[in-house]
């Protein structure tokens, strides 16, 4: 049955919100699996403005919306509108998803689990004790960094354009991650507050640093989380002889599905990991999250390869 048809004064709404939004495809994946699942759900797309976050906000309240996913420019300014948040969002300093409750709004990232589920299904191993390089510092960067820092990989180089920002974020995610461990691989997304000593060695630098090639070239893994490989007339932001066969090169944009850094990569003989699988496993636990239902992986996976 077309969803469109199906909606009803009992239909529960889910959404996204964002500055731009149009080129989400989350509607797509979460509506097919919904629809799936035999929920009578619906997902739906908001453009919110940057300076109209508190009238959405209390808009979604007001209208019983069940739970929110946050995109850009957003995941930061909706911090000061939640009631609690969890220990990945709060490590992360970054909120992905929120879920509205009777006495409040909670707030989680599901970025961090979502970025490694992807790698478990590829069956590519987590680099514990090795070097990675994450290319860019901003919410889905932080997010990264921080499951990767709580796996115990040996040291993690964050490179930005706006190098203060790469450093600021490596100084801010190591105070806050050698307080606590939180366990974030669990399937059923279990919080765990353990004592743990910190040994991942987080730091910055610019694409320009002299430093830049050996770090790429002796690492493990390169995650790419900028935008850069959503336009392909765009040159490479690193040199490609830098990349090692034995690298995972792993770049979160999924549009195109293969960019130009993962077809370099391939070119090189390295293991490569599509952004789609990030997308698709961080949108699954909220899903989970919001219904209470786990979705079909493999509906949400077809929805989004029709276009």
């Known amino acids: 049955m077309d969803r469109r048809q199906a909606i009803t004064g009992h239909t529960k709404i889910v959404g996204v919100i964002g500055s731009p939004i149009n080129h989400s495809r989350s509607p797509q994946m979460h509506n097919a699996a919904l629809s799936k699942a035999g929920l009578d759900f619906v997902y739906v797309p908001f453009h919110v403005s940057a300076d109209a976050i508190d009238q959405a906000i209390n808009g979604f309240k007001a209208l019983k919306?069940?739970?929110?996913?946050?995109?850009?420019?957003?995941?930061?300014?909706?911090?000061?509108?939640?009631?609690?948040?969890?220990?990945?969002?709060d490590l992360i300093g970054a909120v992905n998803t929120l879920t509205f409750l009777d006495n409040g709004i909670h707030g989680?990232?599901?970025?961090?689990?979502?970025?490694?589920?992807?790698?478990?299904?590829?069956n590519i191993p987590i680099p514990i004790g090795k070097d990675v390089v994450v290319l860019g510092a901003g919410g889905s960067a932080r997010a990264i960094v921080v499951a990767l820092a709580l796996a115990d990989v040996n040291s993690i180089t964050i490179v930005n354009r706006t190098v203060p920002k790469a450093i600021t974020l490596a100084e801010e995610l190591t105070k806050k991650i050698s307080k606590q461990y939180v366990d974030i691989m669990s399937k059923d997304n279990v919080e765990k507050s353990v004592d743990v000593t910190f040994d991942t060695n987080i730091t910055g630098m610019g694409f320009d640093d002299k430093q830049l090639p050996e770090a790429i070239v002796n690492c493990?893994?390169?995650?790419?989380?900028?935008?850069?490989?959503?336009?392909?007339?765009?040159?490479?932001?690193?040199?490609?002889?830098?990349?090692?066969?034995?690298?995972?090169?792993?770049?979160i944009v999924y549009t195109p599905p293969i960019t130009k850094l993962l077809k370099a990569a391939q070119e090189m003989g390295c293991t490569t990991i599509e952004g789609i699988g990030m997308l698709i496993h961080q949108g699954a636990i909220a899903f989970e999250q919001w219904t209470g239902v786990e979705p079909c992986v493999n509906t949400m996976k077809n929805a989004l390869l029709i276009n």
């Open 220 to 251: 493990a893994m390169l995650v790419n989380t900028t935008s850069s490989g959503m336009d392909e007339s765009q040159p490479l932001l690193i040199n490609q002889e830098w990349l090692q066969s034995e690298t995972i090169v792993y770049d």
């Open 65 to 89: 919306i069940i739970g929110i996913n946050v995109t850009l420019p957003h995941k930061q300014s909706v911090i000061p509108y939640l009631t609690s948040i969890s220990h990945e969002a």
């Open 108 to 122: 989680d990232n599901t970025d961090a689990p979502g970025f490694l589920r992807a790698m478990n299904e590829n």
